[in-house]
């Protein structure tokens, strides 16, 4: 099981949008519409931001968009902010029932 | 609400076999899935298993077969066992669930860190 693909580092300016990618196989995001997006502030609880790659949960920013063509998985966000400066996972369901994360991709707010 | 709490010894020798708890408040063990994640030091995030309310369980297969995951309904609880545990099992443990929608893991522990070392 290989992780999935995300740029190891993205950075914004303050009301920037920025788009951070995640690629996969046709075995995980290439098959399935189960993709979400994590944000982890380190020592603390993952949260997650995306889910079934375009569904916001209750109480996220509106700011946080999600998107998938073909075996990449996409999240935006506009508007960057201070306190969206955090480390972003994406995962994936996968043939195999089971799940697969991204490497993660570090994200500076300038 | 959904509330997961992790807990485990803290430190583990090398060759030993690690166990793992999370607790869930707020709702039933047996009415969700649950998922393992764990974090090595300056590493990312790393998939280790889920268990469905039924008791069927998924695990990563680049992790060999190292790992346990199980039900206690009386207790409310998941655990997860870890034997013969290396250096290389050092990290933060995660524990999830997926509570209110289903193919994402939207409710977490904090995490509890374990170290091996002898």
């Known amino acids: 099981q290989s992780a999935l693909t995300q740029p190891a580092s993205v950075s914004g300016s303050p009301g920037q949008s920025i788009t951070i990618s995640c690629t996969g196989t046709?075995?995980?995001?290439?098959?399935?519409?189960?993709v979400s997006w994590y944000q982890h502030h380190p020592g603390k609880a993952p949260k997650v931001m995306i889910y079934e790659v375009t569904y916001r949960p209750s109480g996220v920013s509106n700011r946080f968009s999600g998107s998938k063509s073909g075996h990449t998985a996409s999240l935006t966000i506009s508007g960057l902010q201070a306190d969206d400066e955090a480390d972003y996972y994406c995962?994936?369901?996968?043939?195999?029932?089971?799940?697969?994360f991204g490497g993660g991709t570090k994200l500076t707010v300038l | 609400q959904v509330q997961l709490q992790e807990s485990g010894p803290g430190l583990v020798k090398p060759s030993e076999t690690l166990s793992l708890t999370c607790t869930v408040s707020?709702?039933?063990?047996?009415?969700?899935?649950w998922t393992w994640i764990r974090q090595p030091p300056g590493k990312g995030l790393e998939w280790i298993a889920l268990?469905?309310?039924?008791?069927?369980?998924k695990y990563n297969p680049s992790l060999k077969s190292r790992f346990t995951l199980s039900i206690d309904t009386s207790k409310n609880s998941v655990s997860l066992k870890l034997s013969s545990v290396t250096a290389a099992d050092t990290a933060v443990y995660f524990c999830g669930g997926s509570i209110d929608a289903v193919y994402t893991w939207d409710t977490w522990g904090q995490g509890t860190l374990v170290t091996v070392s002898s």
């Open positions: 268990i469905y309310y039924s008791g069927t369980t």
């Open positions: 995962a994936s369901y996968t043939i195999d029932g089971t799940w697969v």
């Open positions: 707020g709702g039933s063990v047996t009415n969700h899935y």
């Open positions: 046709s075995s995980d995001v290439g098959g399935y519409d189960h």
